[in-house]
Nanobody, 120 residues
Framework: QVQLVESGGGLVQPGGSLRLSCAAS????????MGWHRQAPGKQRELVAG???????TYADSVKGRFTISRDNAKNTVYLQMNSLKPEDTAVYYC??????????????WGLGTQVTVSS
């Protein structure tokens, strides 16, 4: 079984920064693509940033130049550095990781989410 634990959310003023972390634990052979999604009230969940095991990144247009995704494979952890935060970034942020439990079997795993609120 695999678990993801997110941390780092909170309340921040517009223009501020936050760093989200997501640590995977359990039966892990290796980690595949890792990413962050978010869901604001009344809106659909959307991809914010993704990072493949090969290092390829993907960002939503709305966060390009402000957010940076990174990973530490030794710690089984993915990070999201969020700078120049705007009120429209307010949402619950979810970590998503493709976890391989052996050479061929993988589990698409989601965290429980962490609240990010950008407000003055």
């Amino acid at each position: 079984q695999v678990q993801l634990v997110e941390s780092g959310g909170g309340l921040v003023q517009p223009g501020g920064s936050l760093r989200l972390s997501c640590a995977a634990s359990g039966s892990i052979f290796r980690l595949g693509t890792m990413g962050w999604h978010r869901q604001a009230p009344g809106k659909q969940r959307e991809l914010v940033a993704g990072l493949t095991s090969g290092g390829t990144t993907t960002y939503a247009d709305s966060v390009k130049g402000r957010f940076t995704i990174s990973r530490d494979n030794a710690k089984n952890t993915v990070y999201l550095q969020m700078n120049s935060l705007k009120p429209e970034d307010t949402a619950v942020y979810y970590c998503n990781v493709v976890v391989y439990t052996n050479y061929v079997r993988f589990v698409d795993t989601w965290g429980l989410g962490t609240q990010v609120t950008v407000s003055s």
